[in-house]
């Protein structure tokens, strides 16, 4: 019962004559600036995730979750900065030795003895930032654009002379004074910064501010475009589609989506968006059966639930409860799924125990159970299972017992030696019957 036909489409559009289609309905228009089908994962887990109210991560676990996110194949694991604490430089150094194919980076201030102190970890690159928006200019590190530019440059071109990948990025971007961040953008750009980076550090932003910021910086600059986003107000995922069709390469991401206050942008959210619109890539460049186990192996290290609404994963993602979407599931899942459980290595359900419960889906049930009933006798049972559901909730092994006893009340009665039986029917004792003629 798997195959979502609907969104097996080919890469591109293609032409046939004159006449453009489509083969995957839910692939975008293609377009030149758009980076949907090839965008890059910085996952912050191990740094921004550390931020989560709840998280603790001990070597052990960082090692654990490091791996795990390599196996799922990210480009990028970004660590917390080796300024924070004696311990967090070691994890730094301890995860660098693992070999890993992601390229590893740890986050920093926009300060030169962060920058030296980070440089000696063995990381692969660093991303460096600073706010540029006059809340933390002025409330948090008391510096003016001039003095962010000096700086950002000094510790670009040192961490450049170590020959090591840098990234520079304004926190609180979408407060930032427009002007200012261009021109502070093309300041790093031209000194040779790998990517910038643009952060929704409040999680203010909507898609189309999202969308005409990267887009107006995707013309100012020639480096790559990160982005990162904030879910204060339930558009992290949007946002970060919206960023990669107006030309940023690279998201920001964190497993389950933890970070400060509600967090980012989660990797699940953002694959379940990525692998409808661009499944070949997606499914190609990331191991997604891989993404429960890591996200059970997150939820326990934070002491949290996976959320039921979870994309992907969520305990009721991919089930069917209604007798209308059962029906229709169950002859063709593209009808109520636009992703295919089977791409995560898990399965679909098909509700049959409750109120709502129809017929069609009862029958499969019966099927399932290997009983054999007539359309019509299916549908008196179904009515006996929503009498029993109108009075309380009621489990599998409820729908199934009404199943099997209605199914039992439909097979002649086997005789039973103290009740009275009619004449007609008796067998005689020791005899065999007559063979039929
Ligand atoms: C939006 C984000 O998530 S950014 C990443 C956040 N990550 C972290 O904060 C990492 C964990 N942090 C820490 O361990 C500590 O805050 C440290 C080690 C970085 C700094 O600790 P402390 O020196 O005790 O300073 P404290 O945390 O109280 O204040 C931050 C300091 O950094 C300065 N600062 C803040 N942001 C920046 C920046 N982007 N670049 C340079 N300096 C900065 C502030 O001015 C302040 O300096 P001060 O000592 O002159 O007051
Ligand atoms: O470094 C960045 O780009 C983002 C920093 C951050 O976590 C934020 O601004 O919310
Ligand atoms: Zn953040």
């Known amino acids: 019962m798997s195959g979502n036909g609907a969104c097996n489409g080919t890469k591109n559009g293609v032409s046939n004559g004159s006449a453009y289609y489509r083969s995957n309905p839910y692939q975008p228009v293609p377009d030149f600036l758009s ?51 004696e311990q967090s430089r070691r994890d730094c150094e301890a995860i660098c030795k693992l070999g890993l194919k992601a390229k590893i ?23 460096v930032v600073i706010g540029t928006s006059s809340f933390l200019r002025e409330h948090s590190h008391g510096k003016d654009m001039a003095y ?27 407060r930032s004074d427009l002007v200012d961040l261009l021109s502070l953008y093309k300041a790093v750009d031209k000194v040779g910064v790998h990517r910038v980076g643009i952060a929704d550090t409040v999680g203010c932003a909507t898609p189309r501010q999202v969308y005409d910021l990267v887009r107006t910086l995707r013309g100012v600059v020639s480096c790559d475009i990160e982005t990162h986003f904030h879910n204060d ?38 694959m379940a968006r990525m692998v409808v619109t661009a499944p ?19 939820a326990e290290a934070v002491q949290i639930n996976v959320p039921f609404n979870n994309p ?39 509700h049959f125990a409750s109120r709502l419960t129809g017929w069609n889906a009862v029958k499969t049930r019966v099927k399932q159970l290997g009983l054999s009933m007539t359309d019509d006798q299916v549908k ?21 017992s009404i199943i099997r006893s209605f199914h039992i009340s439909l097979q002649p009665q086997p005789h039973r030696p103290s009740e009275p039986v009619p004449t007609d029917e008796v067998i005689p004792a020791e005899e065999e019957p007559e063979p039929a003629a």
């Open 105 to 127: 980076l740890t986050h920093i201030r926009c300060d030169m003895r962060d920058a030296k102190l980070a440089v000696e970890t063995g990381v692969d690159g660093l991303d």
């Open 380 to 400: 008196e049972c179904t009515a006996k299972i929503k009498a029993l559901a109108d009075i309380r909730p009621i489990a599998i092994d409820d729908a199934d």
């Open 35 to 85: 980076n949907v089908d090839k965008f890059k994962i910085i996952e912050s887990t191990l740094r921004e995730g550390e931020q989560f109210a709840n998280a603790y991560f001990d070597t052990e676990t960082k090692i654990k979750i490091a791996k795990a996110l390599d196996e799922f194949g990210v480009d990028y694991i970004e660590l917390t900065s080796p300024a924070a604490s």
């Open 233 to 270: 107000t339930g558009c992290a995922v949007a946002n970060a589609y919206c960023a990669l069709e107006a030309g940023a390469t690279h998201i920001d991401t964190s497993v389950l989506g933890i970070g400060e206050r509600n967090g980012i942008t989660p990797l699940g959210g953002l």
């Open 280 to 298: 070949e890539y997606v499914k190609s460049k990331y191991k997604l059966h891989k993404l429960k186990e890591i996200e059970d192996m997150v």
């Open 148 to 174: 962010i530019e000096k700086t950002a440059i000094e510790v670009i071109e040192y961490i450049k002379s170590k020959g090591l990948e840098v990234r520079f990025s304004s926190e609180d971007s979408f």
């Open 312 to 350: 992907i994963t969520g305990f009721c993602a991919f089930t069917h409860k209604a007798g209308i979407h059962a029906k229709a599931i169950l002859n063709n899942p593209s009808t109520y799924e636009i992703l295919d459980p089977a791409d995560f290595g898990l399965t679909r359900y098909v």
